[in-house]
């Protein structure tokens, strides 16, 4: 099993910045891909971003690309959100999941879930 667990959500202003951070504990040595998808309100869950364990390769959905980076510390077990620009649409839960295969871009690629952290931009 693999345990994640969220940190950093807030609220901020538009245009502001926030770091979300993910610690990752367990049989971590498995995972293949890190991601961050969001939910917001009546909406559902998307990809965010997602990073490659092993070699750091990283990936952006389109509404994020520029504003939003994604990183790991593989001796801390843990990955990063920096987010930049942020905007109202970004309001969202942001859950870091852990994958072993699969496409990163689909949830259900993902075995393991944190429980969420509530961001909230405000304008």
């Known amino acids: 099993q693999v345990q994640l667990v969220e940190s950093g959500g807030g609220l901020v202003q538009a245009g502001g910045s926030l770091r979300l951070s993910c610690a990752a504990s367990?049989?971590?040595?498995?995972?293949?891909?890190m991601g961050w998808f969001r939910q917001a309100p009546r909406k559902e869950r998307e990809f965010v971003a997602a990073?490659?364990?092993?070699?750091?390769?990283?990936y952006y959905a389109d509404s994020v690309k520029g504003r939003f980076t994604i990183s790991r510390d593989r001796a801390k077990n843990t990955v990063y959100l920096q987010m930049n620009s942020l905007k109202p649409e970004d309001t969202a839960v942001y859950y870091c999941?852990?994958?072993?295969?699969?496409?990163?871009?689909?949830?259900?690629?993902?075995?393991?879930w944190g429980q969420g952290t509530q961001v909230t931009v405000s304008s």
């Open positions: 367990g049989r971590t040595f498995s995972t293949y891909v």
């Open positions: 990073i490659t364990w092993s070699g750091g390769s990283t």
């Open positions: 999941a852990s994958s072993r295969s699969g496409s990163l871009y689909y949830d259900r690629s993902y075995d393991h």
